[in-house]
């Protein structure tokens, strides 16, 4: 399956605006009954099934991320309780009427993008949306999808429930950001004034007698005091604010590497949840160790000429690496150049065959760490 879109009709009139719907929609395929076929079909790679429609729903849950349905919402709703997983995992489901007057966002509106989607669909058939989750409708922010567009990751789900439940219900909610983007407000209206938004964590801590809730933007590790106050009633948001700048001797295996790198998170007490990619000398774009490792936990390596290396200034240029490389440095340029910082979170850190270096992506607050060298 390449494309994220099933679209699906059983109705005469929900074949006709499912068909419309399909050559506006990318990324959509199209299914409904053998009885309505026209002949064209095949060369438009239409999917035809005899039957009731709830035969082919599993196969469609399991295959796709949104689900347009030219459906009753009370038929959809018992068609598809009983292969219901959870809303990590099942997919958005969009129903509109046999008129095409409504589109209904019925499940997974936030984490399966049906809310969205809903959207789209609703204008391309000139339909009303219908949404009603809580935050949508009252403009605030959505403690489940949070950041997602700038790929923020939650740290756990165990209370993402009653926070949202908070923010909702308008209870003092303290937002602490110390890391990640900022345009994270997008409706023209303020922030709600239930909502304080703060720069640390010990910011949190000294209102703690005022919230209720606490959402957490941070790309470090929280200590055992913040930890203490501030984890009873709040979700944790790793932003993509890490750069990793990573040198290496030829051959140096993926096993030595991961170590280095996660004993270095360890030590500044850092989230690997908050890397957003490897930066490196381009001689070392095909180095076997690094590649395995950005395709472990899914990073970006980028790479860079000796050159634009060079064009930034050390703290402690090295012409062994020099002779070797052409580069003053390796790990060190790499991460400031990927990360667009001036400083550096770890300058540099020698280990074994491999040399790494640390910068976070502007945007943030920061909390700066330092490791000594080894």
């Known amino acids: 399956m390449s494309n994220p879109y099933a679209i699906v009709a059983i109705t005469k009139h929900g074949v006709e605006m499912a068909r419309e719907l399909c050559e506006k929609l990318p990324g959509a395929d199209l299914y409904y009954m053998s009885k309505f076929a026209r002949g064209d079909e095949e060369e438009k790679g239409i999917r035809l099934f005899e039957g009731s429609v ?9 295959r796709y991320t949104g689900i347009i349905q030219f459906i009753s919402l ?3 709703v018992r068609m598809i309780a009983p292969i219901l997983k959870d809303k990590k995992t099942d997919p958005g489901v969009v129903v509109v009427d046999d008129r ?5 966002s019925v499940l997974s509106g936030h984490l399966g993008g049906a809310n969205e989607l809903t959207r789209v669909v609703a204008e391309l058939i000139g339909a009303a949306p219908v949404i009603t989750t809580a935050s949508d409708v009252q403009k605030t922010i959505p403690v489940d999808m949070f950041g997602r567009q700038f790929g923020w990751v939650i740290e756990s789900f165990e209370h993402a429930t009653p926070v949202s439940a908070s923010v909702v219900n308008e209870e003092p909610v303290v937002l602490v950001q110390e890391a990640g983007e900022r345009e994270w407000w997008t409706y023209e209206k303020p922030l709600p004034e239930h909502i304080r938004v703060v720069g640390s964590a010990a910011e949190a801590v000294e209102l703690a007698d005022w919230w209720k809730a606490a ?3 941070t790309d470090r590790e929280l200590s055992e005091v913040e930890s203490a106050v501030l984890l009873r009633n709040t979700v944790v948001y ?18 030595e590497i991961e170590a280095v790198v996660l004993d270095t998170l360890s030590e500044l007490r850092l989230s690997v949840k908050s890397v957003r990619n490897v930066a490196t000398i381009d001689l070392k774009k095909d180095e076997a160790g690094l590649l ?15 050159e634009e290396l060079n064009r930034v200034e050390l703290l402690n240029p090295s012409e062994t690496v020099f002779k070797y490389t052409g580069a003053y440095g390796v790990s060190e340029p790499a991460a ?3 990360a667009g910082a001036e400083e550096w979170i770890l300058e540099k850190k020698k280990s074994g065959n491999v040399t790494i270096s640390m910068a976070r992506v502007p945007g943030g607050a920061g909390v700066h760490a330092e490791v000594a060298q080894t």
């Open 54 to 62: 709830k035969l082919i729903l599993p196969d469609l849950f399991a």
């Open 74 to 76: 009370g038929a959809v």
């Open 100 to 104: 095409g007057q409504f589109a209904i």
């Open 215 to 217: 959402l957490i933007v």
């Open 238 to 255: 790793r932003p993509k604010s890490l750069v990793l700048g990573i040198g290496c001797n030829r051959g140096t295996s993926f096993e």
């Open 292 to 306: 395995v490792l950005c395709e472990k936990y899914g990073w970006e390596l980028v790479t860079y000429a000796p």
């Open 336 to 338: 400031l150049l990927s």
